[in-house]
Structure formats: structure tokens, C-alpha cells
């Protein structure tokens, strides 16, 4: 896939539609279109990275400051950690095996009520 090609890329582009909860000049995160939990948000690189299997040691900051903002809006999504049961799954889905479905990388925030649809 190319990055012409590339649905996350035209969302960041805002070229599509999408109903966001973040941007700045390095990320986006918003909505899942078909969410898998009460809180189902998809935090994205404006970087287009195919896979996590494609990243280099160059992108090892660009992963640290996206681990970070996951926890950062879980806490504004209200599913930060805070003790007893709270909390939220992070997923990246790597190559078809791992599930993921759009080649562009990403990382899912689930969290609520269970039974999910699916893991992400």
C-alpha cells in the first residue's frame, strides 16, 4: 500500500472524515468506525509506517511518544488506569497473522464493559 493509497493517511490529511479526540503536527486519534468496546480509539502516526515490523531504530521516539500519548487519552477518555479494576488494552495488530487490517501503523485503546466485539 501506498501512502497515496492509504485510508489513516487521508484521515490525518483530513481528507476524510473522522471524529477525532487528538491531533498535533505528529499524531492523530480518533473514533473506530466499527468499535469493538465502549471506548474504541485509534492513535496513528501522521508517519506512514506500514507495519510495526517496519519500523527502525530511527522511529524508536516517535514509539515512545505514542506510548505515552495512548496513556495520556486514556486518561481524558476516562480508562486510565487508577487502581482495583480500572483500566484499558492497547493493541497493535502487525501483518495479516497479527490482524491487522489498514498497513499503516496503529495502536487501538479498548476498554469497557465486557464482553468486546473483538480485541481490536
Known amino acids: 500500500m ?13 481528507e476524510l472524515p473522522s471524529k477525532k479526540v487528538f491531533e498535533n503536527d505528529e499524531f492523530v486519534a480518533f473514533h473506530d468506525l466499527r468499535p469493538a468496546a465502549a471506548v474504541h480509539v485509534l492513535v496513528i502516526p501522521r508517519k506512514h509506517i506500514e507495519t510495526l515490523s517496519h ?3 530511527e522511529d524508536a521516539p516517535l514509539l515512545g511518544r505514542m506510548a505515552i500519548l495512548v496513556a495520556r487519552l486514556a486518561e481524558q477518555l476516562g480508562c486510565a488506569y487508577t487502581g482495583g479494576q480500572t483500566g484499558f488494552r492497547t493493541v497493535i495488530n502487525t501483518g495479516p497473522g497479527g490482524g491487522q487490517e489498514v498497513y499503516h501503523l ?15
Open 2 to 14: 501506498t501512502q497515496s493509497d492509504c485510508i489513516f493517511c487521508k484521515i490525518a490529511s483530513g
Open 106 to 120: 496503529h495502536a487501538h485503546i479498548l476498554a469497557g464493559p465486557r464482553p468486546w466485539l473483538r480485541m481490536g
Open 55 to 57: 519500523c527502525t531504530e
